[in-house]
């Protein structure tokens, strides 16, 4: 059974620094785009970054320069190092697996709230 399972969320202050982390288990992570996506309330869910198989990073323009996706594929974890936090970064951060070959294979967790507020 495949699960990806995120924590780190939280409360934080803007300007403010939080690491998210996404074990994955019953995939191997080294054949899979790895990646982060987030939904605020009453909007759509949107890519925040990817971290493809070979190694490329994607980041969507709103977090470049402040957030980081990192992967370590011995231990099937991928990481999301957030800085200079917004508050329109508040949202439900989600973790997501896509086959490297077969995009049809994916998968999701359940969800971690990150909450930038002072």
């Known amino acids: 059974q495949v699960q990806l399972v995120e924590s780190g969320g939280g409360l934080v202050q803007p300007g403010g620094s939080l690491r998210l982390s996404c074990a994955a288990s019953?995939?191997?992570?080294?054949?899979?785009?790895m990646g982060w996506y987030r939904q605020a309330l009453g909007k759509e869910r949107e890519l925040v970054a990817t971290f493809t198989r070979r190694g490329s990073t994607n980041y969507a323009d709103s977090v470049k320069g402040r957030f980081t996706i990192s992967r370590d594929n011995v231990k099937d974890t991928i990481y999301l190092q957030m800085s200079s936090l917004e508050s329109e970064d508040t949202a439900v951060y989600y973790c997501?697996?896509?086959?490297?070959?077969?995009?049809?294979?994916?998968?999701w967790g359940k969800g971690t709230l990150v909450t930038v507020s002072s």
């Open positions: 019953g995939i191997f992570c080294s054949l899979y785009t």
């Open positions: 997501n697996a896509k086959h490297g070959l077969d995009n049809d294979i994916e998968y």
